[in-house]
Structures are given as structure tokens and as C-alpha cells.
């Protein structure tokens, strides 16, 4: 029997080698870039077949990848040599409207999550895509339409379900695993393979926005009013600004924007900018949270992508002008995004979560999407220089790392948090991963021994 057939042996659920019908499908990665090939990939039927599965990966001396919903730009969920525990029809949500809690396996995409709170008006603060997987998206932070009002959907985690390296179960909560909980609250897959994920739900009644576009000469001013909103701008209204080039080769800029509650109350917030002469476009109305929800078209897999940036502790003109330069040299369809941070993702404390970009006040990130090989060298340069001209605004040097280039260093990684939560989450790793077999991550390398 060769090894992985023992591990066939052991399990119920589906295990795919490289000459099997259904592994290419099930390695791809999101980008096309990323070219890791699993030695094994693994579709767990239950809690029991992981324990079996890791444990089996131990005695093979196989380091262990986890794939939710797929979306690591950098490859993650497809990793080289390794055993691919394969989460992606885990999928489905449960909610407790009295609680108002949900609980949804890790292989669920935000729309699951989504369909299920929205049944009850309410909501967890998760992504803007709804075919985004929530497991790498929530154990890394999460952007939402709900930031500013609560938090990164991170902050929303109040517990987990969660097989170790050696194969322990464990019931993660505020009570019972306090250490554990504040590292899965943004310390990414590092820990073990998280199976159930439970939010904390808020009521969402009704939202509104959209999209304003803007171009022409005065797109810098429009990107300075919308820093100047936010300045001052309510928990109800989150803003991300995007900016691109158009078919006529020139920059343009578009603010989405989503306000929480009445839209006359959303439309007042953002007046500056729908008065604004440069605004040639308005997609803009009132809606409920699944509309919301579904207001950003999904981008599909197999492209070629690039993206890197930095979370920004400032908004000022170097921004405005590095977004218009970047977007005037962009090619494909790569774009600019700066999405904003105010409100209650600030005021959460620092110390109740991993997550180490709490301070910031943007995420800026460059992305690099490409469909032809010839354009690869052009398109990773073009990114890399966007996120070159805005690191003199950049926090401590790191970018939000849900967010990963696809060459992220060492070094960039722990630049994502500050050191003390950088030396926390490595004796966090060494507890429970001292080997660093759960490497295909933004990887927190385990504290030194001795
Ligand atoms: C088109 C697109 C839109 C996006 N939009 C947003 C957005 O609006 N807001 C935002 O915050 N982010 C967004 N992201 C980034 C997104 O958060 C990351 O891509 C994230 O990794 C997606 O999670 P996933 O489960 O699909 O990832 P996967 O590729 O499945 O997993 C990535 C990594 O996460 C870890 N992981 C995943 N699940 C588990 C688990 N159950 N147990 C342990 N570790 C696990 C593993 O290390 C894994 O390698 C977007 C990405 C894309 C491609």
C-alpha cells in the first residue's frame, strides 16, 4: 500500500493524488500564478476524518495546507508537498436569532453566511465579495460594509471549532480558550484547522449606496473630500475609493460607499462628493443587506494576479497623487483600492484581538490583474511600484495580509502587527504548532525554543 492509501484507509472522506481525475480541478488556485501541487488533496466527511487525516500527516512527516473558499491571492490553499485538507464544500450557516448568533462551517463563502443571517435582518461583519471564503477571510481580519460600525469581522469571531496539528479537538471561546480565540482573531490559519466558525450578529434593517464615478481634472480634489469625510464621518458609512484608467487612457476614480440605516441620512454624508462637477456616473439606492452584499461582481478564478500594499496611519495628498499616477500607468484590469478604517474597528481595543492593523486608517493595495503571460513582468512591476510610492505613509512596512503578494517576505508578514502581538502569536504558535507544519500562511514562525 503507498502511504497515501493508508491514509484512504483511515478516513471516509474523498483524498485525490496528482494522477486522479478531480485533482487538477480541486489544486487550482485562485491565481494563476500560483502553481502548487499538493501531495495530497483531503475532503474531510467529518471532525473525526481531520484528527485521522493530521494525525496521519504527522507519521508521514507531510507539513499541512487548509483550503476554505480558495481566495488566497498568494496562493495558500495550494501548496506544494504537502496534504491539502480541502474545506470547500463545508459549507452552511446556523443562526441564533435570540443569541443573535450564527455559526457556519469553514468552508463557507460569505453568501452562505449571508443568506442565512439575512433570513433574521441581521448581519456579521465579514468581506465586500460574496463568493470570498470566511475562513481565511475572518482568521486574517475582514473588511466589510460594516467596519466602522463593527469592526473587521474579526472582532465579530466569538468562537471556533478546531483540530490541532496533533489532532486535538478543541471548543475555542472567551471562557474556555481566551489565548487562543484573541490569536484566531486575526493570526490567520496558524493555529490548527479551524471547522466552525460562531459570529457575534447585529441588525441590519436597511443599507444605501453604491458607486460614484468620477474623472477628469478634478479627481484629486475628489479623493481629498473623500479623505476629508472621513475624517469626521460616522459609524454608519464606510467608503473604499478605487482608482482605474479608462478606455481613453486617462485616470478615473470611483468612492463606493455603503451607509448603514436612512438613506437620506446617507445621501447628506456624501453630498461633497455627488456635488462634486468632476461625477459623470451615480449608481447609487437604497437596499437590504444581501443586496449589499451582492453590489461587487465576484472575479473569477483563474486570472493572473499581483497584489501589494501597505495599511497606511495616513490620508494626504501623496496618496491622492500616487492613486492618479498609478492608475494613469495601469494595464489589464488592475486597479487601485483604498478602503478606509474609522469608527469602531479603531475603538475595539488593541489587545483584544491578533489583528495588527487596527491603527490604520486605509488599507491601499495595488492589484495587478492580467490574463496574458507576456504582460507578467509589466504588471508585478506596476504593482510593485504603487505600493513602493505609498510605503513613506505605511504603518510599520506591512500590508493587510488578506491581501498577500504572492512573494510576501518574512519580514513583511511580521510587519503586520506590532511587536508585542508578533512575539504573543509566535508562543501561541509554538503551543500548538512548535514544527510549523501549518506553514501556507501568512506564517508566524514558532517563538525560539529554549
Ligand atoms: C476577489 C476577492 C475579493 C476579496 N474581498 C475581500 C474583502 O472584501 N474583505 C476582506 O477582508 N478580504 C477580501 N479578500 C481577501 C480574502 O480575505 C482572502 O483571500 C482570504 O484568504 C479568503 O479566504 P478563503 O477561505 O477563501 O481563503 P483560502 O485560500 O481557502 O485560505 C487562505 C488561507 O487561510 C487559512 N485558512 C482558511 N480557512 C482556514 C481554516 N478553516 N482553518 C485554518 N486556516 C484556514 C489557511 O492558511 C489558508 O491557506 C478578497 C479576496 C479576493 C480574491
Not at 494525525?55 to 506544494?80: F, K, Q, T
Not at 518574512?410 to 502569536?425: E, G, I, N
Amino acid at each position: 500500500m503507498n502511504i497515501v492509501g493508508d491514509l484512504r484507509a483511515r478516513t471516509r472522506g474523498e483524498v485525490l493524488e496528482p494522477h486522479d481525475a478531480g485533482y487538477q480541478a480541486a489544486r487550482a488556485a485562485y491565481n494563476a500564478l500560483s502553481t502548487g501541487q499538493p501531495a495530497c488533496i483531503f475532503r474531510p466527511a467529518d471532525v473525526p476524518d481531520i484528527v485521522a487525516a493530521v494525525r496521519w500527516a504527522g507519521e508521514v512527516d507531510l507539513p499541512i495546507g487548509v483550503r476554505g473558499g480558495g481566495h488566497s491571492v498568494a496562493g495558500h490553499s495550494s501548496p506544494n508537498d504537502a496534504l491539502l485538507v480541502d474545506l470547500s464544500r463545508w459549507r452552511g450557516a446556523a443562526v441564533d436569532p435570540v443569541a443573535c448568533t450564527a455559526e457556519a462551517l469553514a468552508g463557507s463563502r460569505l453568501m452562505d453566511l449571508d443568506a442565512a443571517t439575512a433570513a433574521y435582518t441581521l448581519a456579521a461583519p465579514s468581506g465586500t465579495f460574496i463568493d470570498t471564503g470566511i475562513g481565511g477571510l475572518t482568521l486574517t481580519g475582514g473588511i466589510s460594509w460594516l467596519l466602522a460600525s463593527q469592526g473587521f469581522a474579526c472582532d465579530a469571531l466569538i468562537g471556533a471549532r478546531m483540530v490541532t496539528v496533533d489532532g486535538d479537538v478543541i471548543d475555542v471561546d472567551d471562557e474556555h480558550e481566551p489565548e487562543l480565540l484573541w490569536g484566531l482573531r486575526g493570526g490567520g490559519g496558524n493555529f490548527g484547522i479551524v471547522t466552525h466558525l460562531r459570529y457575534a450578529l447585529t441588525p441590519v434593517q436597511r443599507m444605501y449606496g453604491g458607486a460614484l464615478r468620477f474623472r477628469g481634472d478634478g479627481i484629486r480634489d475628489v479623493i481629498m473630500r473623500a479623505f476629508e469625510i472621513e475624517a469626521t464621518a460616522p459609524d454608519e458609512l464606510v467608503l473604499a475609493i478605487v482608482a482605474w484608467r479608462g478606455d481613453d487612457g486617462a485616470p478615473g476614480i470611483s468612492v463606493n460607499f455603503a451607509w448603514r440605516g436612512d438613506p437620506n441620512a446617507g445621501a447628506a454624508a456624501v453630498r461633497a462628493l455627488t456635488d462634486h462637477p468632476a461625477l459623470f456616473e451615480s449608481d447609487v439606492k437604497a437596499m437590504g443587506w444581501l443586496q449589499q452584499q451582492a453590489q461587487y461582481e465576484p472575479i473569477p478564478f483563474g486570472l493572473r494576479q499581483y497584489w501589494k500594499g501597505h495599511l497606511v496611519g495616513k490620508l494626504d495628498e501623496t496618496l491622492a497623487d500616487a492613486l492618479i499616477a498609478a492608475a494613469a500607468d495601469a494595464g489589464g484590469e488592475s486597479f487601485c483600492l483604498v478602503e478606509l478604517i474609522h469608527g469602531v474597528a479603531h475603538r475595539i481595543p488593541e489587545a483584544s484581538a491578533a489583528f495588527g492593523g487596527r491603527a490604520a486608517v486605509a488599507n491601499v493595495t495595488a492589484l495587478a490583474i492580467w490574463d496574458d503571460a507576456e504582460s507578467d513582468e509589466r504588471q508585478i512591476a506596476w504593482a510593485r511600484r504603487m505600493a513602493d510610492s505609498v510605503a513613506h505613509l505605511s504603518l510599520r512596512g506591512g500590508g493587510y495580509l488578506n491581501y498577500p503578494e504572492l512573494d510576501q517576505t518574512a519580514a513583511r508578514v511580521a510587519a503586520a502587527f506590532p511587536s508585542q502581538t508578533w512575539d504573543r502569536l509566535r508562543q501561541l504558535k509554538r503551543q500548538l504548532d512548535p514544527a510549523n507544519r501549518l506553514r501556507f500562511n501568512a506564517n508566524v514562525p514558532p517563538a525560539d525554543l529554549g
